[in-house]
């Protein structure tokens, strides 16, 4: 990809720093970035598939030292839900991405150098600086989310770090599109992987610029290492809504980990799909029920969350009681007591304080 000569690509251009995830060129062999799946191959001077890791003198540059956005919100509005339910969250984000869903809901920031955003401008950070603001604003969690976070590992990395030396819990929203590289790369200081899938076959993720493979991958080598996952599969009508895809979904999961909580969000168009509606209330309901009927323990149905506030709720997997009740991506409270359902003492899998808590939504 040729760098857009716009004024957003040559700020991020001065704050790159030299990238610490490539192979180095040999002889016969060029440079290539293993920040993503793409592993870019680099000959002279130029930007890889996202536009944000480039080769200038032959060195690699990766993103760092800057967001784009970072909101205090609950945790749960990063479809989260079992970790620290009821939890601040610092989120931040940064420009750029390895694909290009014409769904995004952040595309103004994920494809703002591809499609020119204008009026964009990095806020120049560090990370101490940053998790200052999280721990002052009372927050327990740090997510890099937004656009792909793995595509500036070391800049997440950076910034974890300095969290977990503050005691926050830290989460990636990520694409799932990425390497064994990255994943232990950032795992020393990375306590969550929340990763879409975002389909059943590998057109679909050709149709979005990637590959299913690595990010299947990536879920099972995440689980591997000890990280807490939650995957969101978005249901968008005519695209990743066929009853027997998601059945394969839910299949998959329950093969890795029927504890993986699974959220099906409800889409809404925007960007460059604004041709096909809303995802239907009875079409998200009928896949949960499907989810559950596969082996998995814990499904929701998010983005709806005033419409079908009961399946944004977490049930216990034994006794079916109710131990974290929610409403609009926030959590009213949560029962959950020493990581167990309080009834029947069934372990709720995630990252939960000692304590049930309540909160004001
Ligand atoms: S992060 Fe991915 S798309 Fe970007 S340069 Fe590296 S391999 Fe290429």
Known sequence: MERVSLPLASELSDLARPAELFTARTEGAALRCTACAHRCVFEGDRAGACGVRFTRGGVLYAPGGYVARRYVRNVETNTLYHVRPGAKALTFGMYGCDLRCGYCHNWKLSQALREGVEGERPVRMDARALVDEAV????????????????????????????????????VITDGHTTPEVLAYVRPVLDVFRVDLKGARAEQYKALG???????????????????????????????????????IAKELVAIDPGIPWHLNAFVPRFKMTDRPRTAIAALVSAVGMGYARGLQYVYASNVARELTELSHTRCASCREIVVERFDYATVTSRVTEGAC????????????????????
């Open 136 to 171: 002052g604003a009372g927050c327990e969690v740090m997510c890099a989310a937004y656009n792909e976070p793995l595509i500036a590992a070391e800049w997440v990395r950076e910034v974890f770090t300095e969290a977990k030396a503050r005691g926050l819990v830290t989460a």
């Open 210 to 248: 990637g590959r299913r493979e690595p990010v299947v991958a990536a879920i099972r080598e995440a689980k591997r290492l000890g990280l807490w996952v939650e995957v969101v599969t978005l249901v968008v009508p005519a695209f990743a809504d066929d009853p027997s895809d998601l059945r394969a």
């Open 342 to 361: 309080p009834s029947c003492r069934t372990p709720v899998p995630g990252i939960f304080t000692g304590a049930p808590r309540t909160s004001a939504t």
